[in-house]
């Protein structure tokens, strides 16, 4: 069954230190996510992403995220300078169409654990 | 955010059915209601979805009641793989129009099965 998957699976950076969380996701799918967990909470939406843009995006996705689609395969999650409250679980996700106005269902990977010290 | 409320927690044995509910009130006409789950460690998982019928497929069925401000998921033999949180999900209506790209995840059911 295809996956998204993403990479790495753990990684511990420098509070200020910049990071690049990647994702490739289903081939055929058109949308793509970026969802977050702090341990012991609620899953967060932070991006979405289609036609090479950024369609929606929650207060948290602030100026020191970005994303990118470099290729016809990764999707990119860059935060500029680390914080400690960015320590977190970092999902990636992708669908082939609109959720809610075409009931697609949006496939998530296995996360991206983010250790900020 | 979308208004549904789940228990915080439910118990079941292996093999015995479970049925995981969710209250919508506030649903809009057209919105599918979305089922996924989450399991330790891992990242959600799609269950189930469905608009006005119930609908089944090999993980779950999906009960909605017929005035759509209710659902009901139903494993029908819970394993142990099966204990994970469940999340019952609508469209976030707080931004206008509502949005029609992000999944709203609240706190969802703590499902346990005991062996």
């Known amino acids: 069954e295809p996956e998204v998957t993403q990479t790495p699976s753990h990684q511990v950076t420098q509070m200020g230190q910049e990071v690049i969380l990647r994702c490739v996701p289903i081939?055929?799918?058109?949308?793509f996510y970026w969802y977050r967990q702090i341990l012991g909470q609620k899953v967060e939406f932070l991006v979405s992403?289609?036609?090479?843009?950024?369609?929606?995006k929650s207060e948290i996705f602030d100026d020191q995220f970005s994303v990118e689609r470099p290729d016809g395969s990764n999707f990119t999650l860059k935060i500029r300078s680390t914080k400690l409250e960015d320590s977190a679980m970092y999902f990636c996700?992708?669908?082939?169409?609109?959720?809610?106005?075409?009931?697609?269902?949006?496939?998530f990977g296995e996360g991206s654990w983010l250790t900020v010290v | 955010d979308a208004k549904t409320t789940q228990p915080n927690s439910m118990e079941s044995n292996e093999e015995e059915p479970v049925h995981l509910p969710c209250n919508h009130s506030t649903i809009s006409g057209t919105d599918y209601i979305h089922w996924y789950r989450q399991l330790p460690s891992q990242g959600p998982e799609y269950v189930i979805h469905?608009?006005?019928s119930n609908v089944n497929n090999r993980m779950a069925s999906l009960a909605i009641a017929e005035d759509r401000k209710s659902s009901t998921l139903i494993l029908h033999r819970a394993t142990l793989r099966d204990a994970a949180v469940y999340y019952c999900?609508?469209?976030?209506?707080?931004?206008?129009?509502?949005?029609?790209?992000?999944?709203?995840f609240g706190k969802g059911t703590l499902l346990t099965v005991n062996p």
């Open positions: 992403f289609y036609n090479n843009e950024i369609s929606e």
């Open positions: 081939s055929n799918h058109l949308y």
């Open positions: 996700a992708s669908s082939t169409g609109l959720v809610w106005s075409s009931g697609n269902t949006i496939y």
């Open positions: 469905g608009l006005t």
């Open positions: 999900i609508l469209r976030d209506l707080a931004l206008s129009g509502g949005s029609n790209y992000k999944l709203t």
